[in-house]
Structures are given as structure tokens and as C-alpha cells.
């Protein structure tokens, strides 16, 4: 289904989630997601908003339950929304740390990998990530709406800020 045929101003997710990507140097801290949807994909930790928490400690909460590090000097880094009608329709939101405490180790849910920022693994991630990612890592603020079939991208508009 192409972006423009969406009501986006009344269209509910399913879920909320977060995104959050850990930036040192020329680097950014990425994983090899080891279950759930995106299972062998490479992305930034995250996950679901849970009841009473806001955005920032969600995405805090999931870096730490992947990653057993604590992100620091996070930024919103902006919102991405996903329509699909063969996975959970997902309201992304995405963030931006340029520190940590502790040591990026492997869970049961993630194996942390360091990437070059002009290195991006974008074959092995999901297909939106090559339209938006390497701007947000750069300091630009996204939004995104972006249309799947089967994992696979169909349509989308992207516009920075």
C-alpha cells in the first residue's frame, strides 16, 4: 500500500517502541537481534513501551536489558511510523546517546556489534534503515512513514530536520 493511500492522522498502532543507537567516536554501538520480529537482523537496541513508562525510559530500559549498559547524553532523534498488515503496525520512536556506563555484552536477546558510521551493515538490516539511519547518526531529527509486505519495504517519505 503506497504512504499517500493512509490515514495517518487517524491511524493506530498496534505498538509503541523505541530505538536506540550509542554513538563513540566514528562508531555506533548496533546488534544482531537473536529473537522477536526482526530475529538475525542487525539494529539498534529497543523494544516495547510497557505501562507507565515514558519513550526515554523505555528506550533506556531496552539498551539495558540488551546491551547491560546504561546510554547517556540521550537525544530524541525523531519518530518513525510503520504500516503493515502482515506484521504489528509499530509508532517508533528513535534516540541518540553519545556515552555509556558499563560494558555492551551479549543476552539472551542481542549480540552487540561496533560499526564505522561509513560502514553500515544496511544489507543485513531492515530496508528503511538505508533512508534514514546514517542522517540521524549525523545529527539530523527524522520522520518517517514507511509501508511493508513480508518484510519488505514498499513504499515510504522521509523528511529531516
Known amino acids: 500500500m503506497p504512504v499517500a493511500a493512509i490515514d495517518w492522522d487517524n491511524w493506530q ?7 536506540l543507537f550509542v554513538l563513540q567516536g566514528d562508531s555506533v554501538l548496533l546488534i544482531r537481534k537473536k529473537r522477536g520480529l526482526g530475529a538475525g537482523k542487525i539494529n539498534g537496541p529497543g523494544g516495547r513501551l510497557e505501562q507507565n513508562e515514558t519513550i ?3 528506550a533506556i530500559r531496552e539498551t539495558n536489558e540488551e546491551l547491560l549498559i546504561n546510554p547517556l547524553n540521550v537525544r530524541a532523534a525523531g519518530e518513525l511510523f510503520f504500516h503493515a498488515e502482515d506484521m504489528p503496525r509499530i509508532h517508533g520512536h ?6 555509556f556506563e558499563g560494558t555492551p555484552s551479549e543476552t ?3 549480540i552487540p556489534i561496533w560499526y564505522k558510521l561509513d560502514e553500515l551493515p544496511f544489507d543485513e538490516m531492515w530496508d528503511d534503515d538505508r533512508l534514514w539511519l546514517s542522517e540521524v547518526l549525523a545529527g539530523k531529527t527524522v520522520q518517517g512513514y514507511f509501508t511493508f509486505i513480508e518484510e519488505t519495504l514498499i513504499d515510504f517519505k522521509v523528511d529531516f530536520s
Open 13 to 19: 498502532p498496534e505498538e509503541v517502541a523505541t530505538l
Open 56 to 58: 526515554l525510559e523505555c
Open 108 to 110: 539472551d536477546e542481542a
Open 94 to 99: 528513535v534516540f541518540v546517546a553519545t556515552d
